[in-house]
């Protein structure tokens, strides 16, 4: 089986990613296609992680206070 890497700059990485290693081409893209796809595999999915910071801010207690422009411009110095 074959692969022709047609772009320039994507056949440099490769080359410079085997060098660094002290590795075969092939060895270089096999490793890095096989722990980019671990990794993809690994990762939570947004709604899921969107889903657990909604719990978190919902956890907070409410105080019946309303937040205003004067509290938050004093915390980031624009007053």
């Not at 440099?12 to 993809?40: C, F, G």
């Not at 992680?49 to 205003?68: C, E, F, I, M, V």
């Amino acid at each position: 089986m074959a692969f022709s890497i047609k772009d320039e700059t994507t056949d440099a990485a490769v080359r410079r990613l085997a060098k660094l290693k002290n590795t075969s081409l092939t060895d270089a893209i096999r490793e890095a296609v096989v722990n980019e796809y671990n990794r993809t595999k690994g990762e939570i999915p947004l709604q899921e992680r969107l889903a657990a910071l909604s719990q978190r801010y919902n956890a907070y207690p409410k105080t019946g206070q309303d937040a205003d422009k004067t509290f938050f411009d004093d915390l980031s110095g624009d007053l």
